[in-house]
């Protein structure tokens, strides 16, 4: 009878998890910028599109994606781009030095780590990398998990 239960809960708990849905509107969070000085809400520059990247440096979806965006950023200059990891800050320097450099060095483009782990629950990515497009009101504007996301985002750019 217990295990019964069990099993009723766990699928209960897994067919929720699956059909969780982005957030349309911005959650709140606070990560850490590489220095450690905390990032949340309050510090995004206003009037732009928001764009948040959840992106892992041993992902080749993550590391072909990073490089795409590098690659078209003059598409992106004029959006707020907020990259997040979970990874430890020794390995992210290197992560852009291969894939993307000079990405994290932009004006626009912030680097964060999410020590808290609050990512995923707040967002709720399907995989990586996971990229939310919000309009300056902190409106979801596109969401896309995996690879394509950069050809996926350019079109949501220029409107």
């Known amino acids: 009878m217990k ?3 069990l099993i009723l809960v766990l699928s209960l708990f897994v067919s929720l998890q699956l059909k969780a849905q982005q957030p349309t509107i911005l959650p709140q969070f606070t990560f850490f910028k590489l220095d450690g000085k905390a990032f949340s809400n309050k510090n995004l520059v206003p009037g ?3 764009l948040f990247i959840l992106f892992d440096c041993t992902c080749e979806h993550c590391q072909r ?3 795409l ?3 078209n950023y003059a598409q992106f200059k004029d959006v707020n ?3 997040i990891t979970l990874d430890e800050a020794y390995i992210i320097p290197q992560f852009f030095n291969t894939y993307a450099k000079g990405l994290n060095t932009k004006p626009n483009v912030t680097v964060l ?9 707040s967002f709720l990515p399907k995989m ?3 990229m ?4 300056p009101a902190g409106k979801l504007l596109v969401y896309n998990a995996g690879d394509g996301g950069i050809k996926k985002l350019m079109p949501a750019l220029k409107k």
Do not use: V
């Open 65 to 67: 994606e990073t490089k």
């Open 81 to 83: 781009i907020y990259m």
């Open 48 to 50: 732009k599109k928001n």
């Open 3 to 5: 295990f019964r239960i």
């Open 128 to 130: 990586y990398p996971a």
């Open 69 to 71: 965006l590098n690659t």
């Open 132 to 135: 939310y497009l919000y309009s």
């Open 113 to 121: 780590q999410d020590k808290n782990q609050l990512f995923i629950p």
